[in-house]
């Protein structure tokens, strides 16, 4: 993990370190060449000027837009090259073309049925889910709400022993201990009584926490094992954008997301950052078709052998007479962020609360925007963030945000024990989200994510529950603190925000 936490940190010295190397070499171009400097300023100045205005004409966020005007005019030489490298990536093309070719395959396996009608709350949310990200919602499926990782990881071990046809595990990080370990010897037994299963996980892992010739033993037990976006020597891109998803099927009758991933600080076993708060949801019923499709979706990215989804395609339902379960994947190479779609319709939605758990807090103005008009709706929003951060940089950033929303009206509260790694919403005791999507740029535009919209279902009264007694725990941040804080980590939050949706 020591290895992992250099690479994130590294995100953020990377631009800073670049400022200084320009910096340096600009002071010896001053000493060398010093009758050619005003061309030089001349010369950088136009080009700036005129990349700055492409940069604000572009379709993508302003925040992004405004982080990249911002290293381009701190930095000409290395932020003009920096911009040109990131949107000249062939790879990247390559493989937002696999991934949607795959989508439009497997869109027949997903279909929505007709449960609303123009005047339905949902309509509006079915309609945008169905047509642009692919994901239907169901009424014949249930979830059951774990509040913490051991809790998963208990239920996790009963069902993964009832497995009969396939188990399908997408991950982003796995690491070697006790809750990976008892799962794998599971595994290894199912493989021999004739299971099929696939493991994937993230690339990450196999930089700092796998030996690279994993995928190899895994295949001697039997197991399918694929990594995506291998952390390589080579400058690209796309090994930007990593697989955050965690996804669990069994039998297509049985599904698990949520925060956790398969490592033993997620269950607490071993401490990192304080008590390690964390929840998760098993989804039961016809619901559990998104997540078999979506492991393959991302199985196939890379594995171009013709697949048999329908072989995996198990028909199954629940009775839940009023309830609805979407789950729903998030990707990074197209146009649509849905989960921030998801964030944001529940928001808009909110009649008397929304309470929100992330453990990063770095926001957009849209969602800024969004949440201030339900404070001034009346609406209570709390959110909660952990008071032990493992990322310094994004909690600084973060920190930077707590003025505004607590100036706008919205409650912000750190859980004093340790970490908050869950990524939950929850409204009006009527509707809820549990998956791996974070409240930041790399979450809601980078990664590949996934969650569960609930509706009127049983378990959105145990995550009210859980919140509350979490709230318990937690410490209300005041103006007054806000204030207290050091200003040498303001300023340094101040200076970071600027080039957040980069890191």
């Avoid at 911002?70 to 290395?78: C, E, G, K, Y």
């Avoid at 932020?79 to 070719?101: A, C, E, T, W």
């Avoid at 297509?252 to 401490?271: C, M, S, W």
């Avoid at 492991?295 to 329908?310: G, R």
Wanted: aromatic letters at 14%; hydrophobic letters at 40%.
């Amino acid at each position: 993990m020591k290895k992992l936490s250099r690479i994130i940190f590294g995100r953020t010295l990377f631009l800073l370190l670049a400022l200084l190397l320009q910096t340096g070499v600009l002071l010896l171009f001053m000493v060398k060449f010093s009758s050619f400097i005003i061309v030089y300023y001349g010369f950088t100045a136009v080009v700036s000027v005129l990349v700055c205005a492409h940069v604000a004409n572009l379709d993508m966020n302003p925040n992004m837009r405004m982080s990249w005007i911002t290293v381009i005019m701190a930095m000409p030489i290395f932020g003009i090259l920096f911009f040109i490298f990131v949107r000249l990536q062939p790879h990247s093309k390559k493989i937002n073309n696999r991934i949607n070719y795959i989508i439009k395959e497997t869109k027949i396996y997903l279909p929505q049925k007709n449960l609303f009608n123009e005047d339905s709350h949902l309509y509006g949310l079915s309609s945008y889910m169905n047509n642009y990200a692919g994901y239907p919602i169901y009424n014949n499926s249930d979830v059951k709400y774990f509040p913490l990782g051991e809790n998963k990881f208990e239920e996790l071990i009963i069902q993964l022993k009832k497995a009969k046809h396939f188990i399908f595990l997408e991950y982003f990080i796995i690491d070697e201990g006790k809750m990976w370990d008892t799962i794998l010897e599971i595994l290894k037994e199912k493989v021999k009584e004739g299971v099929e299963v696939r493991l994937m996980y993230d690339g990450t892992c196999m930089f700092a926490l796998l030996p690279h010739s994993y995928p190899k033993e895994m295949e001697k037990y039997g197991i399918k094992c694929t990594v995506y976006s291998p952390i390589r020597p080579a400058l690209a891109m796309y090994q930007n954008n990593r697989d955050h998803r965690k996804i669990l099927v069994i039998d297509g009758k049985v599904a698990f997301t949520g925060g956790v991933n398969l490592a033993d600080e997620y269950i607490n076993e071993i401490k990192r950052f304080g008590h390690w708060k964390d929840n998760a949801v098993m989804i039961t019923g016809e619901a559990v078709r998104s997540f078999t499709i979506m492991f393959l979706q991302v199985w196939n990215i890379q594995n171009t052998k013709k697949e048999d989804y329908e072989k995996y395609l198990i028909e199954t339902s629940v009775e839940n007479e009023n309830g609805y379960v979407m789950p729903y994947g998030d990707q990074p190479f197209d146009k649509e962020n849905v989960g921030e779609f998801v964030y944001m319709d529940i928001i808009n939605k909110a009649k008397k609360y929304v309470y929100i758990m992330t453990p990063y807090l770095i926001l957009d103005n849209e969602m800024l925007t969004c949440l201030e008009q339900a404070s001034k709706r009346g609406v209570d929003v709390k959110i909660m963030m952990p008071h032990i951060t493992d990322k310094p940089s994004a909690y600084l950033v973060a920190r930077t945000y707590y003025p505004k929303l607590i100036e706008r009206g919205i409650e912000i509260y750190e859980y004093t024990p340790g970490f908050v790694h869950a990524k939950t919403f929850v409204s009006d005791d009527k509707r809820a989200v549990v998956g791996t999507i974070n409240m930041d740029f790399r979450s809601l535009y980078l990664n590949l994510e996934c969650a569960a919209y609930m509706e009127n279902v049983s378990a959105i009264t145990d995550i009210y529950d859980d919140y509350m007694k979490t709230l318990e725990k937690c410490k209300m941040i005041t103006k007054e603190d806000c204030d207290k804080y050091n200003p040498i980590f303001k300023l340094i939050g101040k200076l970071l925000w600027t080039i957040a949706p980069l890191m």
